[in-house]
């Protein structure tokens, strides 16, 4: 870039040289006639900033005779620059496509599939609503909640009010360190449940690290704020070690089939994103990591993962959970700002996850119904019109597959507080609920609250999202 700009510069004093010779130079006649315009030659073809040096020129042109017609500017591609919608009758696609049944593509049409990082969250979630109606967004409302969703938003409102979120048994040893080091024990009087309620605790997963570990993470989050620090300190320091002490053992191996980590880098697969949008990433996951361990189960992964864009299970094809489903995303920020945007950028990160759901129980009811038709010698396995389009990805029978799940819970972090996020997929579009909090690290009794929710979460996609992703999705 120095040596184009020296060249640039270079020329520009080569110019002046020239025009001040030329208009210098007395008249060879005296007769008067018309004053004619040098010749400015042209730069250099490689040099890449000769629009700005013309611009400096034909500033410093005070003879010029006239001033070139203003031509329309053409787009470049520029991929900093906000995309601007067309008229409603033009071109620009009002819907991502609602037939992902085979594999998709992006259309060569879109002017740009990156949205500029100057325009604010709240103008690309208009901008979805006005030309791509695939993601809304709601107030997290009991009453408007679909009801599948209800008891596991009741049960997480509980846990962010401090009472009864941890067992009965660890009330003598925690309340030992609570009275030696909380200036307040006596907000722990409703943290812990009745005796008759452990065992029903026992069972989910994860585990209750020590209050002294849980001090640590507090400390160190306390640390985050006063000193504003960046939101990967928060991530690696705060949010991933507070997941790793829930669902690690000693050995910092899974404990009970699940794990988290960050991923800053996942991207969204185009087939799968909003087009308008920015392939907007998310920063801590939690997966599914015992599929290593099962061989069988491995090896349905391996078969699905040949079929999807993203070559893997997942719809990103982020490489360490490539043959580990994804089953909790997490998006975060630092304290007090850009709640917005993390909406947003959860809410295009579950309608991908929408998007990928349909295609794969799709896919899968199809070959299905080919491989039903071929055993039972239909010499024609080739579906109708009418069984395609029952097969769609929003077809009856992919939409009533996709009712058995509900809906997907995520988490945004914002500093010390976690808030709890779902999505669920009505009327051909993704709804994100936003938000409940449950838990903050500011203390350590709300950050118990946090583990009583995360162990909460995990529970949920133990006993409902894998059951039923292994049923729908993977081969039997």
Known sequence: MGDRNARVASWICSLHEDVAEETSSPPTTTKKRKRQQPQLTSPPASVGSAPKALGYLGHHQHTMPSTPKKRRRTSVGDPESTPRPGPLGGSIPLLHSSNPSSTPSVSSSTPSRTSSRASSPRKQMLHLRLYEPVLEFNALDLNALPPVARELVGTMTEIGSNQEILPHGLKSSIMVSVNACDPMPRLWRYAFKCAEDDEADSLLPGRIPAF???????????????????EVSWNCSVHARLLGLILEDEQVRPRDGFDAMICTTARLHPAWKPIWTPGKMIDICVYYASSS?????????????RLTPTGTVNHTDFFPISARPLVLSIETKKPGVHWEAAQLQIGIWHAAQWAFLRWAVADKLRRQHVKNKEQAGNSSPNMSRAQEEEHDA???KVLSVISKLGFIPGVIVQGHRWHLVLSTYED???????????????????????IAGI??????????????????VLDN
């Open 455 to 472: 162990r909460r979460l995990i529970g949920w996609a133990r006993d409902t999202y894998m059951p039923w992703f292994k049923t729908h």
């Open 293 to 305: 361990q099962n061989e069988d189960l491995r090896a349905k992964i391996l078969r699905f993962s």
């Open 212 to 230: 002294q570990e849980v001090e640590r993470i507090c400390r160190k989050a306390n640390e985050c704020q006063q000193y504003d620090h960046e």
């Open 394 to 396: 929003d077809g009856p």
């Open 428 to 450: 051909q579009k993704t709804k994100l609920w936003a938000d409940r909090q449950f838990g903050s690290t500011q203390t350590c009794l709300e950050s118990y609250s946090i």
